[in-house]
């Protein structure tokens, strides 16, 4: 995890301006100074997750008492995947099937559930992952082990939000359903046989009400039990598998 961390503005700066996939900075509370400015200005236009800590955060980072020597108040953490650009990850789906499926995550942000949907993704067939920059699991270590490895197989793109990728689905003939407990629909009677991309959202909130708004369907898992309600990773593994069931 170490080789993911990069310290200093300008090897932050430099890294940022040469394309590097940069998955989260970390800004020392209180940090100020033309060059700290124009940084996090770049960090925000490229949609790069900012956060503000204590200095003792970055000084554990860097490995102690030499850390802030080193880290000069910043710390990125670099992504230890590339992520895929929506189009090239779209336009590749559908040169290996007319019927892709994609899964959107809107703010499930617990690493575990993200390794675990990939993992499923990978084995139902799916065709990737989309991610929001913001409110989204970053993409770590431990994700990568609860994926069994699928988020180094399977295309996972990362966008601003999920309203633009939701909007270029669509017009690529995409029909976006929307895994939701309040549908009166069950997943069984919504098509999931053509182009699809499934939205799941987080435990705690579910899908916002901006995402929803796009969606064109609503599916809903049947239910027995009275807890009422399903782990997101084993809800997405559900709808996907269902979409697989469709297709065969």
Do not use: W
């Not at 890294?15 to 100020?32: W, Y």
């Not at 980072?61 to 990125?76: D, E, F, S």
């Not at 959107?104 to 991610?131: K, T």
């Not at 009275?226 to 697989?244: C, H, K, R, T, Y």
């Amino acid at each position: 995890m170490e080789n993911n961390y990069l310290y200093g503005l300008r090897p932050v700066a430099e890294a940022l301006s040469s394309g590097k996939k940069i998955e989260k900075v970390f800004f020392k509370q209180g940090l100020e100074g033309e060059t700290f400015r124009a940084l996090l200005s770049d960090l925000e236009a490229a949609g790069v997750t900012v956060q503000f800590v204590p200095g003792v955060k970055l000084d554990k980072l860097c490995g102690g008492g030499k850390g802030p020597a080193r880290h000069q108040g910043v710390v990125a953490y670099l992504a230890p995947i590339d992520y895929v650009p929506l189009e090239e990850m779209v336009e590749r789906a559908l040169a290996r099937s007319e019927a892709p499926v994609f899964v959107m995550l809107d703010g499930v942000s617990d690493v575990r559930n993200l390794g675990a949907i990939a993992r499923s993704a990978e084995c139902a067939g799916a065709s990737g992952v989309i991610l929001p920059a913001k409110g989204g699991a970053a993409i770590n270590a431990e994700g990568i082990k609860a994926s069994a490895g699928a988020l180094l197989r399977i295309d996972t793109c990362k966008c601003q939000n999920l309203r633009l990728p939701i909007m270029f689905l669509k017009d690529k003939g995409f029909r976006i359903v929307a895994a939701s407990e309040k549908s009166s629909k069950l997943m069984y009677d919504v098509d999931l046989k053509g182009p699809v991309a499934i939205v799941m959202g987080s435990e705690g909130r579910g899908i916002s009400d901006s995402v929803l708004a796009l969606c064109d369907e609503r599916a809903r898992i049947p239910m027995a039990g009275e807890i009422g309600s399903l782990n997101v990773s084993i809800a997405a593994a559900l709808m996907m598998f269902e979409a697989l069931r469709q297709r065969q």
